[in-house]
């Protein structure tokens, strides 16, 4: 079965601090995909990033960077010098054989400026 | 291109009422899902179309749901005799559909269902 786990329910940070958002997947698959969502208070998804079980690069872009490793299952997800404009819920997910994203239950990230 | 479109954007109804909501997709997008989302957790797969066919349905769309999606374009989810349970928010989402496993969905913002 598919399973995405967010253990970090909720984290605050001050402006500028890093914080990395924990992922970790389940899939019996070779093949599946892994993302990371943004959710600000207005409500709507908004894409990040998509990841190939076949890619293992790590991936930087801006302020944003992850880090996929099989070996552990795990796609970290870590924000450099965060800003209060960062604060939002982030959700990890995995689409395998099942061809259905499923989601982790998110991570509400509190930066205080 | 207005990405996707949901309404209304809030619902509020008492418990035994019949509820539907519509979404617009991205217009050249072939495949609309529908997610459910309570408070705390991530969203919850409910069913998706591809183009007007209607190809998988999760448990937990009871018999009291139905979603359609008519000439492959907007859809729309009903919900009957609704419930407390049944308060959330209902997301939708659109894609091209090139790939069923490496998809990028696009969210619209929701509608927010109370059952009062």
């Given at each position: 079965a598919q399973k995405?786990?967010?253990?970090?329910?909720?984290?605050?940070?001050?402006?500028?601090?890093?914080?990395?958002?924990?992922?970790?997947?389940?899939?019996?698959?070779?093949?599946?995909?892994?993302?990371?969502?943004?959710?600000?208070?207005?409500?709507?998804?908004?894409?990040l990033i998509r990841r190939n079980s076949f890619d293992e690069q790590n991936e930087i872009s801006g302020r944003y960077s992850w880090n996929f490793q099989k070996s552990t299952s795990s796609f970290n997800f870590t924000i450099t010098a965060s800003q209060v404009v960062d604060s939002a819920v982030y959700f990890c997910a995995l689409v395998d054989s099942s061809y259905k994203l499923i989601f982790g239950s998110g991570t509400r990230l509190l930066v205080r400026p | 291109d207005t990405g996707v479109s949901q309404n209304p954007r809030h619902k509020i109804t008492k418990r035994g009422q019949n509820v539907t909501f519509r979404c617009d997709p991205i217009s050249e997008h072939n495949r609309l899902y529908w997610y459910r989302q309570t408070l705390g957790q991530g969203p919850e797969f409910l069913t998706y179309f591809q183009n007007e066919a209607q190809l998988e349905k999760s448990r937990l769309l009871s018999d009291r749901f139905s979603a359609e999606r008519p000439k492959g374009s907007f859809s729309t989810l009903e919900i009957q005799r609704t419930e407390q349970g049944d308060s959330a928010m209902y997301l939708c989402a659109s894609s091209s559909g090139d790939s069923a496993t490496n998809e990028k969905l696009f969210f619209g913002s929701g509608t927010q269902l109370s059952v009062l």
């Open positions: 995405v786990t967010q253990a970090q329910t909720e984290i605050s940070v001050v402006e500028k601090e890093d914080v990395t958002l924990d992922c970790v997947y389940e899939t019996r698959d070779t093949t599946y995909y892994l993302f990371w969502y943004k959710q600000p208070p207005s409500g709507e998804l908004v894409f | -």
